[in-house]
C-alpha cells in the first residue's frame, strides 16, 4: 500500500476516533428543546395565574364588608322591633306582638333580599320572610335558580369554572349550611346567642351541586327594650353578590391569562426557533461534514446576530477551517515525507541490487558504505518525522511553566563552549542589564528551538567568525509600540557571519524537509525539519520566528540573522 494512503487512513482515523460510526441524524418534527422552553414559560405563568385566581384576601375582604353590612341592618331591624311590635302585658311586662312584627317585616324586607326570621324568647318562630299565612295554611317563598347562560360553550366555561373553583381550599373550610324545618329555631347557633344577649354572626356554605359551593351569611341580633330581650332577629343573605364579584374578578384575569397565554406560546415558539433552529442546523451541517466526501459541506454563518449562537457558528466555522488545514497539513505531510523516504530506498535498493553484481572488493566497499549512509539517513529522518509528529500532542497537553530565558541561553552557551572544537566560531552572549527576560512555556522545547537556531548558525559561521545571541525585553514591534493590555516582547536574536540566506528563501527555510546546507558538508545529514519544527513550537507559545540577511554600509550580506519573539510573562 502506498505510503501516503497510510497516513491518510490514520488521520481518518484520528478524526473520526476509535468510536463506530454514528447515523445520520434525522430531523424532528417537533425539538425538545422547544418543548422545554414552551413548558417553563407556561409553567412560570401558570404559577402567577394561580396565585391570582386564588383570591383569598380578596374574598375574605368582600366577606367582611357584606358581614358589617348585615350585622348592621339586623341592629336596625332589631331596634325598629323592639320599639313598633311591642306590647304591655297585665303584669307592666312587655312582649313582642306577633302579628305587629310580622307585619313590619314584611314592610322591612321589602327593599332587601335579605331572608329576615323572628323568634320570641323561647326560640319559636314567629315570622319568616319567605313564609306567608295563607287561609288554606302557610306559603313558602323561594328565590328561583339563576337561568343557565345562552349557549353550550357558555355553560361548558361556567361548569368547568364552578369546577376549578372548588380546588381552592377557601371554598371548603365553612360549616355547610342545612335550613331547618321551621319551628326549630333551636337548631341555630346564632339564634341561641342572640337570646342570649350577644350579637352572632356565622360564614355558612351551601350544600349541592346547583350552587357550587356559594357562601349564606348569617347574622342574629337580640330584640331588647331597655335591656329586657324580647326575642331574636337572625338575617341570612346569600353570597351571590360576593361570588360574582369573584368571579368577575376571575373572568378578567382569565382573559388576560388567555391573551398572556397565546402571546407566551408566540413567544416561547419565536424563541425556541431563534435558538434551537440554528443549533439544529449547525448540529446536521455538522454532522454532514462528519459523513460526507469532499468540502461541499459549509457550517452556516449565524455571527451577524451577536449573541452565544453566533459565537458558537463562528466557532464552529473556525474549527472546521481549522480541520480542513489540519487535513492538508497532513495530506502534505504525508506526501512530503513519502517523497523524502522514496530517495534514500531508491538510492539503498540500487546499491543493494548492484553490490551482488559486483565482483571488485574495492566497489562491493563503496556500495556498502553508501547502504550504511543511506540506513542511516533513513533512520535519522524517520527519527525527525516521529519528533514532529508527537509535537502537537505533547504541546497540546504539557504544562507550561515559566522560564528564565537569560539563564537558558546561559547554559546552551557554555555548553557550546566546552565541547566546541578548533573550528568552532566564538559564542557572544549579550543580554539587557537588568531586565526580567521571562516566559511561560516547555523548557525542553524552547531548549530544542535555541539549540537548532544555534546549531544552523555555527554550521554556516566560518573559522574564527562570531555567534552573537542577544536577548532583549521589547514593547516595540518595529515601529509599532504595543498596547498597555498586551504583554512584552522577549526577543532572542542570533547573528552569524556566514554566507547568508539566498534571495527570497527567507520564509521557504522553515517549510518541511527543505535543506540548503554548507558545501562542505556530507549529504544527508539534516532532514531538513529542524526549523519547521522550532517555526512549529515558537508559534504553539504564541511568539513568532523570521530569518533575514545582515548587510553592511554598502548593503552587502554579511551574515544571516534569526528572530524569535515570545510573549513575556
Keep these: 500500500m502506498p505510503l501516503n494512503r497510510l497516513f491518510e487512513m490514520a488521520a481518518s482515523n484520528a478524526v473520526n476516533g476509535a468510536r463506530p460510526s454514528r447515523p445520520r441524524r434525522e430531523p424532528r418534527r417537533l425539538s425538545p428543546l422547544t418543548l422545554r422552553i ?61 302579628d305587629l ?24 318562630l314567629i315570622a319568616d320572610s319567605q313564609l306567608l299565612l295563607s ?29 376549578l373553583t372548588q380546588l381552592f381550599p377557601s371554598q371548603n373550610r365553612w360549616p355547610v349550611y342545612i335550613d331547618p324545618p321551621p319551628g326549630h329555631a333551636g337548631d341555630f347557633r346564632d339564634v341561641r346567642r342572640a337570646l342570649a344577649g350577644e350579637v352572632s ?10 350552587r357550587n359551593g356559594g357562601l349564606i351569611l348569617t347574622v342574629a341580633v337580640p330584640i331588647q327594650q331597655f335591656k329586657h330581650i324580647l326575642g331574636a332577629v337572625m338575617l341570612s343573605r346569600s353570597g351571590t353578590e360576593i361570588d360574582a364579584a369573584i368571579r368577575s374578578v376571575r373572568l378578567e384575569i382569565s382573559k388576560v391569562f388567555l391573551f398572556a397565554l ?24 455538522a454532522d454532514r461534514l462528519r459523513h460526507g466526501h469532499g468540502r461541499h459541506s459549509d457550517i452556516p454563518d449565524f455571527t451577524a446576530r451577536g449573541d452565544e449562537i453566533g459565537d458558537l457558528s463562528e466557532a464552529l466555522r473556525d474549527m472546521t477551517a481549522a480541520l480542513w488545514a489540519r487535513m492538508d497539513a497532513i495530506e502534505q505531510f504525508a506526501a512530503d515525507v513519502a517523497h523524502e523516504i522514496k530517495n534514500p530506498l531508491s538510492s539503498l535498493r540500487s546499491a543493494v541490487e548492484t553490490v551482488a553484481r559486483v565482483p571488485d572488493p574495492a566497489r562491493q566497499q563503496r556500495l556498502m558504505s553508501i547502504i550504511v549512509d543511506d540506513v542511516q539517513r533513513l533512520d535519522r529522518l524517520i527519527s ?38 578548533p573550528e568552532t566560531p566564538t559564542l557572544r552572549l549579550d543580554l539587557e542589564p537588568g531586565a526580567v527576560l521571562t516566559v511561560d512555556g516547555l523548557e525542553g522545547r524552547l531548549v530544542q528551538v535555541f539549540q537548532n537556531i544555534l546549531a544552523n548558525a555555527t554550521s554556516f559561521s566560518p573559522r574564527g567568525g562570531t555567534v552573537t545571541i542577544s536577548a532583549h525585553r ?11 493590555h498586551l504583554p512584552a516582547q522577549i526577543e532572542i536574536r542570533f547573528e552569524d557571519e556566514g554566507p547568508g540566506i539566498p534571495d527570497n528563501k527567507c520564509e521557504a527555510i522553515f517549510d518541511r524537509f527543505y535543506s540548503e546546507r554548507p558545501a562542505s558538508e556530507k549529504f544527508g545529514t539534516h532532514s531538513g525539519l529542524g526549523l519547521s519544527i522550532s517555526k512549529q513550537i515558537v508559534e504553539a507559545h504564541g511568539g513568532t520566528i523570521r530569518a533575514d540577511n545582515r548587510h553592511d554600509a554598502t548593503g552587502r ?13
Design 262 to 285: 397565546a402571546v407566551t406560546v408566540l413567544m416561547s415558539f419565536y424563541l425556541a426557533g431563534t435558538i434551537a433552529r440554528p443549533i439544529r442546523r449547525l448540529a446536521l451541517a
Design 201 to 210: 354572626a356565622t360564614i355558612w356554605s351551601t350544600p349541592g351541586a346547583e
Design 135 to 163: 287561609p288554606g295554611g302557610m306559603v313558602q317563598i323561594e328565590e328561583l335558580p339563576e337561568s343557565s347562560p345562552g349557549n353550550r360553550i357558555t355553560r361548558l366555561l361556567v361548569a368547568i369554572y364552578d369546577g
Design 557 to 569: 550580506t554579511i551574515g544571516a540573522m534569526f528572530t524569535v519573539r515570545l510573549p513575556a510573562s
Design 474 to 484: 521589547r514593547r516595540n514591534i518595529g515601529p509599532i509600540r504595543l498596547p498597555n
Design 38 to 98: 414552551l413548558a417553563v414559560n407556561v409553567m412560570a405563568l401558570g404559577i402567577l395565574v394561580g396565585g391570582l385566581m386564588y383570591l383569598g384576601r380578596y374574598q375574605e375582604r368582600l366577606i367582611q364588608t357584606e358581614m358589617d353590612a348585615l350585622r348592621t341592618e339586623a341592629r336596625i331591624f332589631a331596634g325598629a322591633l323592639g320599639e313598633g311590635a311591642v306590647i304591655s302585658t297585665n303584669e307592666d311586662e312587655t312582649e313582642l306582638s306577633p
Design 384 to 421: 525527525d518525522i516521529s519528533n514532529a509528529s508527537r509535537l502537537d500532542a505533547e504541546l497540546s497537553r504539557a504544562e507550561a511553566t515559566s522560564i528564565d530565558v537569560a539563564a537558558m541561553l546561559r547554559m546552551l552557551v557554555d555548553i557550546e563552549t566546552d565541547t566546541a572544537g
Design 101 to 124: 312584627a310580622r307585619h313590619m317585616v314584611r314592610r322591612l324586607v321589602e327593599t332587601t333580599e335579605t331572608r329576615t326570621r323572628l323568634f320570641d324568647t323561647n326560640a319559636g
